[in-house]
């Protein structure tokens, strides 16, 4: 059974750093493009960021490109973000997502296949 678990969510201060981490188990999604996407209260869920199967690639959204970095570890078969200089907007639950290619760093949710549960960020001005 395939299952993504995040990790990392919190409550911090405005300006502060938190570190989001995925793993996954029951399969090898190693090569395959990992993303992270976050729903915020009364919001439809939003792209967040995505790198290849490679990691090479990485795509950012506006709203956090510069404060957001996406890396992923192929050998735990997990992804991360690392986000800094949180702002009171970014509150909202992240989820980290596959998709079944290696090449692109998909921003839309229908070319995700596997999603984690979530993870809970709030950040307080």
């Known amino acids: 059974q395939v299952q993504l678990v995040e990790s990392g969510g919190g409550l911090v201060q405005a300006g502060g750093s938190l570190r989001l981490s995925c793993a996954a188990s029951?399969?090898?999604?190693?090569?395959?493009?990992k993303g992270w996407f976050r729903q915020a209260p009364g919001k439809e869920r939003e792209f967040v960021a995505a790198?290849?199967?490679?990691?090479?690639?990485?795509r950012y959204a506006e709203s956090v490109k510069g404060r957001f970095t996406i890396s992923r570890d192929n050998a735990k078969n997990a992804v991360y973000v690392q986000m800094n200089s949180l702002k009171p907007e970014d509150t909202a639950v992240y989820y980290c997502?596959?998709?079944?290619?290696?090449?692109?760093?998909?921003?839309?949710?229908?070319?995700?296949?596997?999603w984690g549960q979530g993870t809970q960020v709030t950040v307080s001005s």
């Open positions: 790198c290849s199967g490679s990691g090479g690639i990485t």
């Open positions: 029951g399969r090898a999604f190693s090569s395959y493009a």
């Open positions: 997502a596959v998709a079944p290619n290696s090449w692109s760093t998909p921003n839309i949710e229908k070319e995700y296949a596997w």
